[in-house]
């Protein structure tokens, strides 16, 4: 009896380790069938990544460039943090593009129309690049972006198309304020200095004597009189009426170029101002044209926007081939003006008022000598470069060295 009871419990025990087994490797296999479905999950998403065909874009860029050392990435270099830092990351991580071309930008066709420099905002940068179009795809990139950097636009454009060498101009805006016009023997309360008629009039004819080309050797660096590249053609600039912030006046100059060099757009300026407050005569502007050497001021770059670039010449050929748009923006020009409401005019009136960069830099034009040889000029340089660094950033630079 005891012996058959052994028995029964020693068949039941077999009984249960069998089925704990049998659970166990149930179990086992589960897990693993997980962890293959899992697998199988990315390797499709993978895949798909990898099928999603890439398409040539433009994006329709607005940003604040205040904090940041340019537009023009450069990799390898975390010291100095650019838009393009940011762009790219926001890329990489929407699914726009793939990690690896983030670190070499060349593989997603990537080209910027203008290299804005240390500081310069843009309202309307446009930037050419191969990307996986996605469903809301300017939502997602943008969710990846700080809010003072904004992809407003999307078009699709030519396999070939490149967004530097396709546009025919630039248009850029600075903005200043108007006690920057004040005559140097007035003496002005900045927050109540208002530009009068008779000033804004003469300053609109000084800045038309720039319509047209001239040799801008004397407004940029590392280009002698003789450089072809040095001409320029200006299309046009003016200064518009100018109107009352934070209960200090502004104005706004705008030009359009087809191209610009280095810092040209803040010489034009500066030279301007110093001739409107009396240290310089009207006939420097003959003289910068020619071969000589003539000191010109630069003023901060704490002012200028790049406003919007044209695509004129690609418009009228392929803008209404019925497979690509014109590079227009009118859909977008109320979210523009939005952000510049914003970000950029909020971000110049506060740091000039803030650090005080335009009479910062009034208070330089004395070093100048605006009748000096070039011999002097080397050494006024050598002992006002101190003042200088005290300008603010870097101008435009669409296309110099």
């Given amino acids: 009896m005891a012996e058959d009871l052994r028995a029964a419990v020693s068949s039941q025990t077999k009984r249960l380790n069998s089925s704990s087994e049998v659970i166990q490797r149930l179990e ?26 890439k398409r040539k874009i433009v994006l329709l860029m607005a940003y604040s460039g205040k904090g940041y050392h340019g537009m023009q990435r450069n990799v390898g270099s975390s010291q100095f943090k650019t838009i393009e830092d940011d762009l790219v990351s926001a890329l990489v991580q929407s699914g726009c593009i793939p990690e690896n071309h983030g670190e070499d930008m060349k593989k997603m066709s990537f080209q910027r129309c203008a290299r804005t420099d240390k500081g310069v905002s843009a309202a ?14 300017l939502e997602k990139i943008n969710n990846h972006l ?94 518009g009426e100018p109107f009352v912030r934070e209960n200090m006046e502004f104005a706004v100059i705008k030009v359009k170029g087809q191209s610009f060099m280095m810092h040209q757009i803040r010489k034009m300026i500066g030279l301007v101002i110093a001739i409107v407050k009396g240290y310089a005569a009207e006939s420097i502007m003959e003289r910068s044209w020619g071969e000589e050497k003539v000191d010109v001021p630069k003023a901060p770059g704490l002012g200028l926007v790049l406003e919007k670039v044209h695509f004129e010449k690609y418009n009228r050929r392929f803008g209404n081939d019925g497979l690509h748009e014109p590079l227009e923006w ?52 050598k002992n006002s470069k101190k003042s200088s660094d005290l300008e603010g950033s870097d101008g435009c630079g669409d296309d110099s060295d």
């Fill in 28 to 53: 086992e296999n589960g897990h693993q069938n997980k962890r293959l479905k899992s697998n199988a999950d990315e390797e499709d998403a993978e895949d798909q990544n990898k099928k999603s065909p």
């Fill in 124 to 137: 309307g940068q446009i930037v050419s690049l191969k990307v996986r179009l996605r469903d809301d795809i």
């Fill in 146 to 239: 700080p809010s003072h950097i904004r992809i407003l636009g999307l078009k699709r454009v030519t396999g070939g198309f490149n967004s530097k060498n396709k546009c025919d101009a630039r248009t850029y805006s600075y903005m200043l304020p108007t006690f920057a016009f004040a005559h140097k023997d007035h003496v002005v309360q900045e927050e109540l200095y208002r530009l009068d008629t008779e000033t804004l009039e003469r300053v609109n004819k000084l800045l038309a004597c720039y319509k047209g080309t001239h040799n801008f050797h004397n407004f940029t660096s590392q280009k002698g009189p003789r450089d072809p590249s040095a001409k320029r053609y200006i299309m046009e600039m003016y200064c």
């Fill in 330 to 381: 009118t859909e977008e020009e109320e979210k523009i003006a939005v952000f510049k409401e914003q970000y950029i005019y909020p971000t110049i009136i506060n740091t000039e008022r803030e650090e005080k960069s335009m009479a910062n830099w009034l208070n330089t034009l004395p070093i100048h000598d605006f009748n000096s040889s070039a011999v002097e000029m080397q050494t006024s340089n």
